[in-house]
Structure formats: structure tokens, C-alpha cells
């Protein structure tokens, strides 16, 4: 996540939040497929939506058991 997170920033492209509240399901595009197959190869007129904080993820991931 974080190296996805510092290649779009390096690339110039902004992280707008769009948060979620605890338990909250996740969203998606109902035509992020569609968007893929025409996709621009530098994300032109795509938003990147950033809905984790990495520190958020990180507890998630330390405190995984199987």
C-alpha cells in the first residue's frame, strides 16, 4: 500500500480522503472494470480515493492471527 501510495504522489497525482467509519462496507466504482480496459497508463482524469490510513492498516496486519 504504501509503495502504490508514494508512486502515485511521485507521479503528481493527489490522495483525496474519503474515509470510512468503523465497520462502514467498502465502496467501489460500478464501472471501475470499464475505466480499467479505456485506463490511462499515467491515470489521466482518474481520482485516487485514499480510504485507510497506513497506520490503520498496519494495526490490522500486526494484529492478524490465523
Given at each position: ?48 480515493l ?17
Open positions: 500500500v504504501q509503495v502504490v501510495r508514494e508512486l502515485l504522489l511521485s507521479a503528481g497525482k493527489k490522495m483525496v480522503w474519503h474515509g470510512r467509519s468503523r465497520d462502514e462496507p467498502a465502496h467501489y466504482c460500478s464501472i471501475c472494470e470499464d475505466c480499467a480496459r479505456r485506463g490511462s497508463a499515467n491515470l489521466d482524469n482518474f481520482v485516487v485514499e480510504q485507510y490510513k497506513t497506520e490503520d492498516l498496519m494495526q490490522v496486519y500486526d494484529q492478524f492471527t490465523l
